[in-house]
């Protein structure tokens, strides 16, 4: 109850742990446009939302650029001892949370654009939205695509 009143939902040992990792030096790479892929995965990461945050669920993913991190949060088998498992993935870009529209769209729809009109080419984006951030809580700006068209 004492965690709750202090804004900790949920298990504070895994927190404080996920929290050591995110504090330690890594090596996050700066976003650039790639030439002449065919194939370009990006993912972004979204926000814990309120019925997370209420089920006392938290933060457990992790991006660094381009790498997103999975933490497990386990117990060895005595039943007491907590410990991360955490799992790296590598993708082509990666966004956290708080990386802004434009950020993402410059790097994702951006060159596709200036491709498709520029080369004359052809090109498919495939976008998965989880069901809830679809809901109309996510709003995206279009400035910058008309800015481009």
Known sequence: ??????????????????????D?????????????????ICVRKRPVNKREVKGKDYDCVTCWHPKV???????????????????????DHSFDE????????KYTAQPLIQFV????????????VFREVALGICNMSHNALWNDL
Do not use: W
């Open 69 to 91: 991190i999975i933490h497990d949060c386990k117990l060895k088998v005595d039943g007491i001892t907590k410990y991360l498992d955490s799992n790296a993935f590598e993708f």
């Open 98 to 105: 708080f990386t802004s529209n434009e950020t993402v769209y």
């Open 117 to 128: 009109f520029n080369e004359c080419g052809r090109a498919t984006v495939f976008a998965y």
């Open 24 to 40: 330690q030096d890594h090596q996050e790479q700066p976003y650039a446009t790639k030439a002449n892929v065919q194939i370009t």
């Open 1 to 22: 109850m004492l965690n709750e009143q202090n804004g900790n939902p949920g298990d504070v040992d895994f927190q404080r742990m996920i929290k050591q990792f995110r």
